[in-house]
């Protein structure tokens, strides 16, 4: 079996080590901080597998990962895609070789995996992730395969479906252990103690002047006050959760292995999270960083052309297809080049002479460091809010599209910085699906389960939403509802065990959406 | 070397399956998966097997790409497919193809309509013998010998004669204890098929019509090939006259001229009869046509070569009429009126791409 401990064994051959040596004086040298990183070089097929496997050639069995392998497989053997290499977020950082490389590919390719692991390591997204999770996954795996002998295997790999139809409903921006953001979920103590019941607070007067300052009326509408507030407070759970599956691991009826389950579905989708919300950033640092060390340290000159070769495809646009790479890199060097000339700050924001912004240059020498610092402290979202610029959407060419239903096409709509970016941040926000939050577990007062969709503007996919559903009340078992919209349309969709219905709601009805800024 | 994902691969092949049987009719009438016939496999597309969530329907989502093109320029096909939330022009555009092996379709095929095995028609011949071994006996060649039951042989004499002692525990076997490896030699038999297709050109038969035939006999190879060692297939089309053609040409041909249904069904005879021989060869034949003949004289002609000629020497007849806009459709009448009560020659209607699978029971369902 392929696995990570196999570089006990043998480990990498000499000729590729003294190359690790030499890539990593160079990586250490431009400041990049990583894991210990071992290599592993496998062939085709293991790279397919333990790519299927989403790195981890030790996790649970499943049969998504053999649909996986069956369409890595295809494509590799007709030459439509190939993996060179694969690097695991993990202390230390496992990465795979694909064995038969050229000699350039391996440099390029340890010198891109370096600053992945620099990324994995100092990246703040990152921070909450285990960072023994080979160890995790393989426990995972043991787990599982516990369950599947004791409670039959069909059993468990249905239920694991179950669970893989909801694992994008956890919250992003509040995983368990992560240091930023300890979001509020639950009211505080304080708002509860001033709001006892039946104790209706009133304005402090001395005793004659009670009537005027506390009158009947005022009393009542106090008395109100109080009562809506403590039905929210009777609300379940009080504040919408994003977490929808640890909601449903503590209060969803499952069996203890269910509930085992679950955790491992919920944990390993925490645990890729962030590799979604960094992809651009990511994929971004590390191809800027295997350019910059190739061209400027590794490379021998007879190497240069298959580099340049292979960098480009690396690099390419296919179609008008928006490559992660190429966008990442270039937004990397376009933030290297305005702050090496001090293109930010006030007096860069409120020149609107295009001669002296095209000449500026103070010289300012502080691209590396802030670099540094936006690879610590950004993600995808945040990286293109802050750092793309007019300039930037002009010289990359950048442009919105969308679907034309009167051609029945695909079309470029706009070239405008404002709507590509919009447009671009829409597209990435929560990794591209739909904020989803639970509302309600105890909906119409009988444990039916509610979510609401936050609907920005793009409806759900019914067909999807009815499978999903279907799944969600396999858990919960009671109806499971979502408020959405269709066309325009507040609805709500249901399963309530049988049937599967579509009914409008009025507006009232609707989830609040969450105001916007447009003006980005 | 045995990798860990062989085993979730072929789990999700097992689910692929499931999802083949589950639509097979839907399969079959559509006839997707034959324009990519290659060797011993096919390639089924299926739809993803997909894990439902929530997520963005397709059409309003948009994105962003890079490259020219001014606003309202349409993108190209590929372009913007993939990524974050985008996705095909269609519906159904995650399809997955899956190779499956003729065996595995025409086993589906096979226990979705329920057909029979093959009767065996004694047309067997000896091609080669082959020793296996296949128990045990108390005589042999030592160099058979086989240790552990000997051994255990020895260990229960001594225990039972009370010879065995433990703090000693030395076994030593007799003559008696002896046990040896046997062997059978065993004949391998195999037995050959030839399917001799037969269709009509003629200018009522149009490309439904043959699409529906190219289908049609192509789950006949697949399920013949399963019960026969060695297959062999001919084509012949007929209009006013009859030649025999390759696969291609015979799923190809334009279609022309009159019906002289007897010339084909002359032709048939003569391949047979030069090319196999009926002791070693199961012989089947089919004939497709919209059944409209040229005369009521050659249908004539026709019946009396499928009688004299044909049928002493096939396992079956099978005659499928195709309905077409132009045809009179009598042929068929013809054949029933005359072999009505023949266990041979097996008749069927096919109305439309939709009735494949019962016609193809009809053919096969008599495990002739």
Known sequence: ?520 | MSLKIHQDHARFRQIVKGRVRQELRKFISKGEMLGREGGKTVSIPVPQVDIPRFRFGDRQMGGVGQGEGEPGDPLSQSDGQDGAGEAGDQEGAHVLEIDVTIEELAEILGEELSLPHLEDKGKERIVSTRDRFVGIKNVGPESLRHFKRTYRQALRRQIAAGTYNPERPIIIPVREDKRYRSWRTEELRESNAVIVYMMDVSGSMGEEQKEIVRIESFWIDAWLTTQYKGLDTRFIIHDAVAREVDRDTFFHTRESGGTMISSAYKLCHEILERDYPVSDWNIYTFHFSDGDNWSADDTKQSLEVLEEKLLPVSNMFGYGQVHSPYGSGQFIRDVRGRFGDTDKVITSEIADRDGIMDSIKDFLGKGK
């Open chain 1, 1 to 520: 079996m392929p696995g990570h401990w196999r570089r006990w064994a043998g480990g990498l051959p000499r000729y590729l080590r003294e190359i690790q040596a030499e890539i990593e004086v160079y990586a250490k040298g431009f400041g990049l901080d990583y894991f210990t990183t071992y290599f592993e070089i496998v062939n085709y097929d293991e790279m397919n597998e333990i790519a299927s496997y989403g790195g981890f050639p030790t996790r649970y069995p499943h049969w998504r990962y053999g649909m996986e392998y069956e369409r890595l497989k295809k494509s590799s053997t007709y030459g439509l895609s190939k993996i060179y290499e694969l690097v695991i977020n993990n202390d230390p950082c496992t990465a795979y070789l694909l064995e038969g490389n050229s000699l350039v590919d391996q440099k390029l390719v340890m010198a891109h995996v370096f600053a992945h692991c620099d990324f994995f390591k100092n990246n703040a997204f990152f921070g909450h992730t285990n960072r023994r999770m080979i160890d995790e996954m393989a426990n995972h795996g043991s787990r599982i395969r516990g369950y599947m002998d004791k409670y039959g295997t069909e059993r468990v790999e249905n239920f694991i479906d179950v669970c893989l139809s909801l694992d994008n409903l956890i919250d992003l921006h509040n995983p368990p252990g992560a240091f930023f953001l300890a979001r509020k979920e639950n009211r505080s103590e304080e708002d509860d103690k001033m709001l006892g019941p039946g104790d209706v607070p009133r304005l402090r007067a001395k005793a004659y002047m009670d009537k005027y300052i506390n009158p009947p009326a005022f009393l009542e509408q106090q008395r109100k006050a109080i009562e809506a507030e403590s039905t929210k407070a009777q609300k379940f759970p009080v504040e919408p959760t994003r977490d929808v599956l640890g909601f449903l691991m503590e209060h969803a009826p499952l069996k203890s292995w269910e509930r085992g389950v679950m955790e491992i579905i919920r944990e390993e989708s925490y645990y890729f999270a962030p590799q979604g919300q960094t992809k651009i950033m990511n994929e971004g640092w590390a191809t800027f960083w295997h350019s910059k060390i190739m061209t400027e340290k590794a490379l021998d000159a007879s190497e240069i052309v298959d580099y340049a070769d292979h960098n480009s495809m690396v690099t390419a646009t296919s179609g008008k297809r928006l490559n992660p790479y190429k966008l990442g890199v270039e937004l990397y060097r376009h933030i290297l080049e305005r702050w090496n000339k001090g293109q930010f700050g006030k007096e860069w924001d409120e020149c609107d002479d295009m001669k002296t912004r095209e000449k500026w240059d103070k010289a300012a020498g502080l691209g590396m460091k802030k670099l540094f610092e936006v690879r610590k402290i950004h993600n995808d979202i945040t990286f293109i809010d802050e750092f793309f610029t007019y300039d930037f959407v002009r010289e990359q060419k950048l442009f919105a599209f969308g679907y034309n239903p009167h051609h029945r096409r695909y079309e470029i709509e706009s070239r405008q910085f404002n709507e590509v970016k919009q447009k671009l941040l829409a597209q990435i926000t929560n990794v591209g699906q739909p904020i989803i939050r639970l509302s309600d577990a105890n909906h119409e007062n009988r444990g039916d389960l509610l979510l609401e969709h936050q609907h920005d503007g793009v409806d759900l996919d019914p067909a999807y939403a009815r499978e999903t559903l279907k799944n969600l009340y396999s858990v919960w078992k009671r109806p499971c509802g979502i408020l959405t919209k269709g066309e325009n349309k507040p609805l709500i969709a249901k399963f309530d065990g049988h049937t599967y219905k579509e009914e409008p709601i009025s507006e009232d009805q609707a989830p609040k959406q969450e105001k916007r800024d447009k003006k980005r």
